[in-house]
């Protein structure tokens, strides 16, 4: 079946520091992933999305996310954190989520 | 923002009521879905709904059912509420699920069965 992973529960970043969030994914063919961001009380907001062409896209706020096939990988990147980023972030593969990793940003 | 609006908010209810939520959409999207939310678990699909009248089951369906008589509203039902179903109830919509279109979600229903 299925499945997407994401490893890190809960990570800490110093604001101005750089960012990786990781996640995996089981799929045969190439997948549809999607990076959503969820703040306290909220629902979620897309950050970004792949489906084909450039395995680095672009997001919202500064988040980029990178799809490696070999590794079954779509890391999502910042390169320096912002005390607003502090929420979880969920990675997707079209309907099916990961845990989610909770951010906190220390100032 | 997309106009998805879900009804009530918050509720508090006691075991073996029945139960349902509402999620309205004003974007005449096709697809709509239901969602919880648990720690831990992320957000697993309950149902989903591919047009009027037509629907499939997610990965936790057992205990919940769904009917979608008009495009723009999607509802969910606890026939029987059990404690094991309190949690945060997400609805989102999306136009296709084709060519990875992403889905919009609303912000949730807080369930409490006591």
């Known amino acids: 079946a299925q499945s997407v992973t994401q490893p890190d529960i809960h990570i800490t970043v110093s604001e101005g520091a750089s960012l990786e969030l990781r996640c995996n994914y089981s799929y045969g063919a190439t ?4 990076w959503y961001v969820q703040s306290p009380g909220q629902g979620l907001q897309l950050l970004l999305k792949y489906f084909s062409g450039d395995t680095l896209v672009q997001g919202i706020k500064g988040f980029e996310a990178e799809f490696k096939r070999s590794q079954s ?5 910042k390169p320096s954190v912002h005390w607003s980023d502090a929420a979880e972030y969920f990675c997707a593969n079209d309907m099916r989520f990961g845990a989610g990793t909770r951010l906190t940003v220390k100032p | 923002d997309a106009g998805i ?4 908010r918050h509720k508090v209810t006691e075991t073996g009521t029945p139960v349902t939520l509402r999620c309205h959409q004003t ?3 096709r697809y709509m879905y239901w969602y919880r939310q648990d720690p831990g678990h992320g957000l697993r699909l309950i149902h989903y709904s ?3 009248k037509d629907t499939d089951k997610g990965e936790v369906s057992d205990g919940y059912s769904v009917s979608r008589s008009k495009t723009e509203d999607f509802l969910l039902t606890l026939e029987s509420a ?11 919509i999306s136009e296709s699920t ?3 279109q992403p889905q919009h979600f609303g912000d949730g229903t807080r ?3 006591l």
């Open chain 1, 31 to 34: 997948p549809y992933l999607f």
């Open chain 1, 73 to 77: 990988s779509f890391n999502l990147r």
């Open chain 2, 5 to 8: 609006t879900q009804s009530p």
């Open chain 2, 27 to 29: 974007e005449n999207h």
């Open chain 2, 50 to 52: 591919y047009g009027v």
């Open chain 2, 82 to 92: 059990t404690s094991s179903q309190t949690s945060v109830y997400f609805c989102a």
């Open chain 2, 98 to 100: 084709l060519v990875g």
């Open chain 2, 111 to 113: 369930l409490s069965i």
